[in-house]
């Protein structure tokens, strides 16, 4: 089976994916990639224990604004979304904020710097920031392949993802 046309086929690390930019009516299917999320993966994404999805935070995950955000689907089983990347704007003025999740059955692939590239290409120029926290050995290392230097800072770690203008290999893979 192929990817529909205009969506992006990719081919990492054994794993298939299609990918695309999110659209008004994908928030069921972010919200499902989401529901799926393992209590280890929940923390990691939001840095505390997230038993369940509060309305607030279905809302501010399905409230798609300008920012990018791109999806990828499961390219064995069409229509499951497995991963999703997004760049936040800050509402106070200071850098953008990259997130980047993938589903726990499809973690380990390299789709998690592939999604994060998308994002970051979409991106208005300007500096974008990763926040990990403590305990998440993958997306530090996700952060040290792409080349960007963690600091500690109030009980995280904090990296510049990007300092200025759109880069193509930003997160070391080209948009
Ligand atoms: C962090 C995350 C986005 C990485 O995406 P990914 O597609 O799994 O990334 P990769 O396949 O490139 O893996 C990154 C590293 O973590 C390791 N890894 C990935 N999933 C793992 C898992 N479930 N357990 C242990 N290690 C894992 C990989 O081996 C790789 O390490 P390496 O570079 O030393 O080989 C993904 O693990 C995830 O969604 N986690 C939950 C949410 C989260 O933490 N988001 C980031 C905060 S913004």
């Known amino acids: ?71 990828a689907f499961d390219g064995a089983s069409a229509g499951r979304c497995v991963g999703e990347a997004r760049v936040v704007r800050s509402r106070h003025g200071g850098p953008a904020e990259l997130a980047i999740t993938v589903a726990d059955a499809h973690q380990g692939h390299g789709l998690g710097a592939v999604l994060g590239a998308l994002a970051l290409a979409d991106a208005d120029a300007g500096p974008i920031t990763v926040t990990i926290a403590a305990d998440n050995g993958p997306a530090r290392r996700l952060a040290a392949r792409a080349g960007v230097a963690l600091r500690w800072q109030d009980g995280a770690h904090v990296g510049r993802v990007r300092q200025g203008p759109p880069h193509p290999y930003d997160l070391g893979c080209a948009s």
């Open 1 to 71: 089976m192929s990817a529909p046309s205009g969506w992006i086929e990719v081919a990492v690390g054994g794993l298939a994916a299609w990918l695309r930019r999110a659209g008004p009516g994908d928030g069921p299917a972010v919200l499902e990639l989401y529901e799926s999320l393992g209590d280890t993966s929940r923390y990691a994404r939001f840095g505390q224990a997230t038993p369940r999805l509060t309305a607030t935070l279905r809302r501010s995950l399905t409230d798609f604004g300008p920012d990018p955000l791109w999806l």
